[in-house]
T-cell receptor, first 117, second 118 residues
Framework: GAGVSQSPRYKVAKRGQDVALRCDPI?????LFWYQQALGQGPEFLTY????????KSGLPSDRFFAERPEGSVSTLKIQRTQQEDSAVYLC???????????????FGSGTQLSVL | AQKITQTQPGMFVQEKEAVTLDCTYD???????LFWYKQPSSGEMIFLIY??????QNATEGRYSLNFQKARKSANLVISASQLGDSAMYFC???????????????FGAGTRLAVHP
């Protein structure tokens, strides 16, 4: 597709379940980001990939959160033993990743809305 | 400490009028970048405009302009000739410092919900 695609669009999980959220970035985009957006708040950075390398995971809230991008394209965000505070919209974004491009814009997907009961 | 402050939880404007959405930021870096994104009800974030800290002129993109006041650390978004389709959440975001590792790690504000009335 032409844009960033995320699936599923909605996910309901029981507390303690593991979930996996998928992101298909724009073809050819080197950079990939995951953000978490709580209700009524702005997105908060979780992690960043340059191709398959996870260069920044400083925003992951706990060791229950794990992200991968094994072939440098599709990425998966996994949350183990989900808790109610994990309920949020998880946004994926990608960009070309040109070195030194200070004004490079991110292209976002529509997100996955996770509800943990 | 909050880096990006958007003090207007909600704003409304009459169609075809102009509206200003406020954004102030906090950074000790000399080099930084400021972005505005629009988030309609569909959920995706849409890039609107970018202003670099060293840019001498205010950025403009069609009906969008950025009123950048560096000394006051403000980067307000001005939307001219509002349209019904402009109704959405608007987020101000900042990249601090020079690109580290070559990527734009953005910090977002809490957003302003804009409603355009016919």
């Amino acid at each position: 597709g032409a844009g960033v695609s995320q699936s599923p669009r909605y996910k309901v999980a029981k507390r303690g379940q593991d979930v996996a959220l998928r992101c298909d970035p724009i073809s050819g985009h080197v950079s990939l980001f995951w953000y978490q957006q709580a209700l009524g708040q702005g997105p908060e950075f979780l992690t960043y990939f340059q191709n398959e390398a996870q260069l920044d995971k400083s925003g992951l809230p706990s060791d229950r959160f794990f992200a991968e991008r094994p072939e440098g394209s599709v990425s998966t965000l996994k949350i183990q033993r989900t808790q109610q505070e994990d309920s949020a919209v998880y946004l994926c974004a990608s960009s070309l990743g040109w070195p030194g491009a200070t004004n490079e814009k991110l292209f976002f997907g529509s997100g996955t809305q996770l509800s943990v009961l | 400490a909050q880096k990006i402050t958007q003090t207007q939880p909600g704003m409304f404007v009459q169609e075809k009028e102009a509206v200003t959405l406020d954004c102030t930021y906090d950074t000790s870096d000399q080099s930084y970048g400021l972005f505005w994104y629009k988030q309609p009800s569909s959920g995706e974030m849409i890039f609107l405009i970018y202003q670099g800290s060293y840019d001498e002129q205010n950025a403009t993109e069609g009906r969008y302009s950025l009123n950048f006041q560096k000394a006051r650390k403000s980067a307000n978004l001005v939307i001219s000739a509002s349209q019904l389709g402009d109704s959405a959440m608007y987020f101000c975001a900042m990249r601090e410092g020079e690109l580290s590792g070559g990527y734009n790690k953005l910090i977002f504000g809490a957003g302003t919900r804009l409603a355009v009335h016919p």
